[in-house]
């Protein structure tokens, strides 16, 4: 999956925003948004927010867990825990990556943030790493995936699923021949 | 060796694995030429055997050498049409003449009938509501970019149906798909802060 | 001028059956989209839900013309139009691209199947035939008919290229199951709970993905 595409995803979470104008109620397909009240904060999905934001129709409140102090925490947590732990999103680092982006004036200790997350990021990657070595070395029929978002899972996509498929041919193609060999024998 | 010529012709797709290469006429009839002598020798080893019993692996390796170029011919023209497939989608119903030339007349017929097949298909979605499957291939993005003007240009019309008015030296915010074709000719220049 | 603008939801809302929103159907549409992108097998067309959605746009469209110029709902309705539109695209063109890499083994599989249980639509169904039978045109006119009396056939089985069911995929379960065998292991059977996220072989959950019981991602 291209990346573009899970960011696309991510684009559907609900963002608080605080509209520079005002409007009735707006019926989307998706469901009815609003109404807007100027200086009011409202959600909306993230992909309006971010178009109205370069309108410079709204300010962005961010996220509730886009809080320095908070992420640190899960930092922390990840960082001693053996498993993969809760995120507070699903999208955390592409919501970072997009709200950061469009709006790092809006956003207090946006820098600070971006580097926690980034971070977080690293802790996770590698040890996603590890477990996906482990895994590869073990003959397990399947791995646990919990909590992994699904940015994380499209880094390991396609190169993890497809060296299992090659790993399932060697080994249909090497018994086949010893199971003819042992007909033989017989 | 058998099938050596058939081999050239998968390696030279191998080769060009970005574009397509000219259609190679000469290298399939050599080929087709092959398995012409070969089913030949197998047949006159056959009907007329030089030796008691007839000499039946060299049958067998021919039959086998006739079968690998016939997968190698097939294999060849399958590969072409998925090149081919490719330019459908890339470059619409028409194909540039320089793609065109390196064709041969059975594809440009079979470019014409895959077009023609995904057309009526792409009519037919949604009860007849029709949908190009060729656009949008990549997930919208609405940006915006900073634009300066540089020649008083007048009246554009935005896709969102709002009307702005372009002059020289003034600074806009305007949809980047709107505003490109005006920043190629010049009329809009971007601004990067 | 609000009221004026029918409201699409609004309007299926009242029909008191939260099945048929069209956020529920766009949300389907997405899963639906998300599995037949990562599943090996071409699934179940979904064309009802499909047909369902470009009404939806239609409707829409048709709305937005009676809205002023300049008006911000035009945007952003826009916007949404796009978004739909594309996965849409994506889901009906990732169902396209397996038609044409398997279609024998698709069309042969289908044949098997009343129309009623036809995974392909009508128009998927006739592009698959008329696609193949384009190859065997060009396979014929290039390259069979010049070729040795023994050796002109198109031999349907050594063309046909099937999925890799055994291929693995990530999925998140919605439902919980309990007791699948992964084929070729000797591990015990494996419980899914609602919620989990496992990476695991396609052909022992491929029912499960049809029922909705899990979600591909």
């Known amino acids: 999956m291209d990346p573009n595409e899970v960011e696309f995803l991510g684009e559907k979470q609900l963002v608080t925003i605080i509209p520079s104008f005002t409007f009735n109620q707006i019926h989307l397909i998706s469901g009815s948004i609003g109404p807007f009240r100027a200086g009011l904060p409202t959600q909306v999905p993230i992909w309006l927010a971010v178009n109205l934001k370069q309108q410079q129709k709204c300010r962005i409140v961010g996220q509730e867990w886009m809080d320095a102090k908070l992420l640190i925490d899960v930092k922390d947590e990840e960082k001693t825990s053996k498993f993969f732990t809760k995120m507070p999103s699903d999208h955390y680092m592409d919501e970072t990556l997009m709200l950061l982006g469009v709006a790092p004036e809006d956003i207090p200790q946006a820098e600070e943030i971006r580097t926690i997350v980034k971070d977080l990021w690293d802790i996770r990657m590698s040890k996603l790493r590890t477990s996906v070595d482990a895994f590869m070395k073990s003959d397990s029929a399947f791995a646990k995936l919990d909590h992994l978002t699904p940015m994380e899972i499209n880094c390991i996509r396609p190169s993890l699923p497809h060296a299992l498929d090659q790993r399932d041919r060697i080994q249909t193609c090497g018994s086949r021949p010893r199971d003819s060999q042992d007909t033989q024998r017989s | 060796m058998f099938g050596e010529k058939a081999l050239e012709l998968i390696k030279e797709l191998e080769r060009s694995a970005e574009g397509i290469p000219p259609f190679n006429d000469d290298g399939i009839r050599q080929v087709l030429e092959e398995m012409r002598i070969l089913c030949q020798a197998n047949f006159d080893d056959i009907e007329n055997p030089t030796t008691d019993p007839p000499n039946y692996s060299s049958v067998r390796v021919r039959h086998m050498a006739i079968s690998r170029n016939k997968r190698c011919i097939l294999a060849y023209l399958y590969n072409r049409l998925q090149k081919i497939r490719q330019m459908r989608w890339e470059f619409g119903s028409i194909l540039p003449p320089e793609i065109k030339s390196l064709l041969s007349e059975p594809e440009v017929q079979w470019f014409t009938s895959y077009s023609k097949a995904l057309a009526t298909y792409m009519r037919s979605i949604g009860d007849n509501y029709g949908l190009n499957l060729a656009t949008d291939v990549t997930p919208p993005k609405s940006l915006y970019i900073e634009v300066r003007c540089l020649v008083d240009y007048g009246k554009l019309d935005l896709e969102d149906g709002e009307v702005i008015f372009l002059k020289k030296n003034s600074q806009y915010l305007l949809p980047r798909a709107e505003c490109e074709g005006l920043v190629r000719q010049g009329v809009l220049q971007h601004v990067t802060s | ?217």
């Open chain 3, 1 to 217: 001028m609000d009221d004026s603008v029918a409201d699409v939801s609004e309007h299926l809302d009242s029909s008191d059956n939260e099945e048929f929103t069209p956020g529920k159907v766009l949300q389907d549409i997405e899963n639906a989209w998300l599995n037949e992108k990562f599943a090996p097998e071409i699934l179940p067309h979904q064309s009802e839900l499909v047909d369902c959605m470009l009404e939806q746009i239609s409707h829409m469209e048709e709305n937005m013309k009676k809205l002023k110029k300049g008006d911000i709902r035009l945007a952003i309705h826009k916007m949404e139009i796009d978004r739909i539109r594309f996965v849409i695209k994506s889901y009906l063109r990732t169902r396209l691209e397996k038609i044409e890499q398997y279609t024998i083994h698709i069309l042969s599989e289908d044949d098997k199947k009343s129309p009623e249980e036809s995974y392909l639509t009508p128009g998927e169904r006739k592009f698959a035939k008329e696609y193949l039978a384009n190859i065997e045109t060009l396979f014929r006119t290039v390259a069979l008919q010049h070729m040795p009396a023994n050796f002109q056939a198109f031999e349907v089985d050594k063309l046909t290229v099937k999925p890799n069911l055994n291929s693995h995929v990530f999925l998140r379960v919605n439902k919980p199951v309990q007791g699948i065998i992964v084929p070729g292991t000797t591990n015990d059977e494996i419980d899914l709970t609602a919620g989990a996220q496992r990476l695991i072989q396609y052909q022992p959950i491929a029912s499960l993905v049809k029922e909705g019981a899990v979600q591909l991602i």
